[in-house]
């Protein structure tokens, strides 16, 4: 199985334009996560789904907008990128109560 | 408000040593614990985890204890390798799947260098 797949793994967006990172799990899973990882900020939650066709918001949601139109897919859209948004992108899966998987994640810069 | 307290922010031991990092929350309702593992360029990924019903949790050379009292967990890492080296975060999760959708809480990592 492959996991938790995530595309681009690396991006460079000038302020303004917009981009949509992949999430793709195989393991049918329900619950599926966006988290963004900052230095000496650990993790943060930006939206979540429960299911196909859920989605909510998390921690920091502001600047983001997420689709869960597909069980196996979940997307992360920036509508307008801001330098504020450079950080490294981590999807997650989960079948509760167990653990997360993660995916590998993807490096954005903002320019 | 962070919710799961994570220390220190980074740990430097000589292979062999033993590596303590601590993590304090306040939610009673948190019933599930995991440390993950994370190396650089890469996802985290699961190292090991513990229920309150239990004290502690051995697996290899990773121990996880838990002082529900105290509102504490640590991990502890015996013999510490140079490939231990990584950055360690603690979580912490509650049971009630509808209104948080599994949420984990994440500590704000622990770099860890083992020194040979």
């Known amino acids: 199985n492959a996991g938790v797949t995530q595309t681009p793994k690396f991006r460079v967006l000038k302020t303004g334009q917009s981009m949509t990172l992949l999430c793709a799990q195989d393991m049918n899973h329900e619950y599926m996560y966006w988290y963004r990882q900052d230095p000496g900020m650990g993790l943060r939650l930006i939206h979540y789904s429960v299911g196909e066709g859920t989605t909510a918001k998390g921690e920091v949601p502001d600047g983001y907008n997420v689709s869960r139109l597909k069980k196996q897919n979940f997307l992360l859209g920036l509508e307008s990128a801001a330098p504020s948004q450079t950080s490294v992108y981590f999807c997650?899966?989960?079948?509760?109560?167990?653990?997360?998987?993660f995916g590998s994640g993807t490096r954005l810069t903002v320019v | 408000q962070q919710q799961v307290k994570q220390s220190p922010q980074s740990l430097i031991v000589q292979k062999g040593g033993i590596s303590i990092i601590n993590c304090a929350y306040e939610?009673?309702?948190?019933?599930?614990f995991p440390w993950y593992q994370q190396f650089p360029g890469k996802g985290p990924a699961l190292l090991i985890a513990?229920?309150?019903?239990?004290s502690e949790k051995k697996e290899g050379r990773f121990t996880i204890s838990f002082n529900k009292s105290a509102k504490q967990f640590s991990l502890h890492i015996m013999d510490s390798q140079p490939g231990d080296s990584a950055t360690y975060f603690c979580?912490?999760?509650?049971?009630?799947?509808?209104?948080?959708?599994?949420?984990?809480?994440f500590g704000t990592g622990t770099s860890l260098t083992v020194i040979p």
């Open positions: 979580a912490a999760s509650m049971r009630i799947y509808e209104d948080t959708g599994n949420q984990f809480y």
């Open positions: 939610n009673t309702a948190f019933d599930y």
């Open positions: 513990i229920r309150p019903d239990v």
């Open positions: 997650a899966s989960s079948y509760p109560p167990d653990g997360y998987t």
